[in-house]
Every structure is written in C-alpha cells, then in structure tokens.
C-alpha cells in the first residue's frame, strides 16, 4: 500500500475555512508541541511510523475492531486467532466455490447451546439451536428477505431463545440493517481512481466460507469473548452486506477514495462508533485521525485543548455527566488537528 493512495481529497469538505478556525488550529498546535515536547522527554520519542503500514486488511480491521468493543485485549485477540484458524484461506482453499445450500446451525447444538454472558437459558433453552424460527431469521439475513419480516416476529424469535438483554441487543442490530445499496457509487468511484482488485492481497481469513458457515460455529469461535451470538450476528450481517453491495467481500477500495468520503462510509457500518472509525482510519488507511475514548476525552479536557463551557446553575465542576460526550470531543478537534503535520502528534 501508498501513502499516497490514502490521501486523496480533503479530510473535512464540510468545514468551512475561516480566519477564526486558522486562529484556532495555530493556538491548538502550540498546545499540541508543548505537550508532545515534555512527553517525549519522559517517554521517549514514539512519533506513529506513516511509513510501514499496518498489517492486514480494511476487512479484517473492521471485523477486529468488533472483537475488541468492551472485552480485554487478550479475548479480542484469541476471538479473531479462533476464526483465522477456524476460516483460514489455506484451510478452505479445496472448497473455493460459494456455498448456497448449508447448515445455518450445528446439528451438535454447540455454540448457540452454549452459556455466554447475557445468554443464561435453561438445558431446554439451550436445545433450541435447531428451533426453526432462528434459522429462518438467519437464513433471512444472508438472503436479504429480513426486510420482510415485521418487528413482532423477530422479537418473538429472539426472546424465545435469549435472555432478555441478549435478545435486545441483537434486535437492536436487526433493527439497524438498512438498504445501503447506494455505496456502491463509491466503489465505482475508487475504480475510476486507479483501484484494482487483487487476488494477493495481506488476507487472513477467508471470508466467503465464514459468511456460508453455519451460524453457531461463527458464535463458537468468539465464545470465550463473551457476546458470542450477537458479535457473530453482527460480523454476518456485515459480510451480508459487503456481499450484497459490492459483489465480493473486499474493503480494500476505500483506499482509493477521498478520505471524507471513506470516514463517512465506515460509520455507516452498525457497530461502529466515532472512535473505531478513527482508529480505522488512522492505522489500517493511514489517514491523518485523532480517536477519542473515555481516557483521551479527560485528558484532552484537562490540558485544556477542548473549551469548556461555564457549568449552569452553579453546579459543581467534579459533575463529569456536564463534560464534553467523547463524539462531541472528537468532532471539535478533528477541524482543528487534520493539519498538523503527522509526526506532530
């Protein structure tokens, strides 16, 4: 991968330039080097390598970053080993042609049978792995006919076989599939930039055999992370679409177009927020990014980069619920951080 191919365009089209946001970012960049300056004594200089990319796809980054929300960074990491060792490129090399006719769940009932955190069913509740109604939902997220089906039902399968706060938070994710069909206008768009689709590409796990595997050996595979139904549930249901919108499941693309552009398109995936966009961005296309979580947010707030607005009614300033919102933090300093030359921060 180029630098440069992950340069094109301008971060933030919808800014409007102004001598005050110029003011702005010249004062935010001394802060900026002042802090960096005193770190860098303490820590040493650890300035990010735009030179050597980050390893593996714009896929296999999305998919990661699922893996890792809210779990520790050993069970991420054991969850996605699992799957590249369960749907390895090498293993499913023999078996390339796209499967139609397969088993949605294990005959064994592993996986979905299994206890999880937020997934405690009895033994009979656990033997509901073959219950017809849960591989008709989704067999109805890999063809696309989940459209069809009104909230009612889905709801009634999903409680049935789940605990309550399992349930929901998958009827959440059901409930966000939308017709995305339109993002196909910037794979084009790519292609009239220079992209071409390559076979060798850094790809670790086939992800033609994971979207046509049965549903319960995708959930076995991240058990130990916790979630496992709705994480496997939610990587499915992104493959689907990749699928569906594009004709093969490749990312590689957003390479190749304007870098707003691929910011706006990533957020549009379910299941990523403000901050796993960034961090996308930053490490897998080497755009120019700034992810906030919850530490960054204290921190940036605390070296006064972010303007705090007076607290009304006079309340007390240890009220952390009256802080910026981590999105909020990101969005105010993203127009003022994007030129900063890299090895600035």
Known sequence: MQLEETCRGTELPDIHESPEL????????????????IARLI??????DYEHPWGGTVLTSVVGTFLTQNVTDHL??????????????????????????????????????ESEPGDHGSADERGKCRDKGIEELIASIRTGEISSWDRGRIRKVLFDRFESSTAAKIFHD???????????????????????????????????????????????????????????????????RIKR???????????????AKAKRYLLSINGLGAKSVDCIRLLSLRHRAFPVDTNVARIVTRLGWVELQ?????????????????????????????????DGV
Request: glycine content about 4%; overall charge neutral.
């Open 310 to 342: 007076p607290l009304p009614n006079s309340q007390e300033f240890h009220l952390v619920n009256t802080y910026p919102v981590m999105a909020d933090i990101q969005k105010y300093l993203d127009p003022l951080l994007c030129k900063i030359p890299a």
């Open 76 to 113: 991420s990491s054991n969850a996605f080993m699992n799957l590249a060792a369960e749907f390895s490129l090498s293993k499913n090399r023999s078996n390339v042609e796209p499967r139609t006719n397969v088993p949605l769940m294990l005959t064994d009932g592993s996986g979905l049978g």
């Open 174 to 240: 059901i409930a966000s599939i939308r017709d995305t069909s339109h993002w196909n206008s910037l794979l084009k768009e790519a292609y009239n930039n220079g992209y071409r689709k390559e076979e060798n590409t850094n790809e670790t796990i086939d992800w033609d055999a994971l979207l046509h595997a049965p549903f319960a050996k995708i959930a076995e595979c991240i058990r130990d992370r916790g979630n496992q139904s709705q994480m496997a549930l939610r990587i499915l249901a992104f493959l689907v």
């Open 43 to 48: 820590m040493g200089d650890r300035k990010f």
């Open 245 to 259: 919108d594009h004709g093969s499941i490749d990312l590689e693309w957003l390479r190749h177009v304007p870098r």
């Open 22 to 37: 110029e003011q702005k970012r010249k004062a935010l960049e001394g802060r900026v080097q002042h802090f960096m300056k």
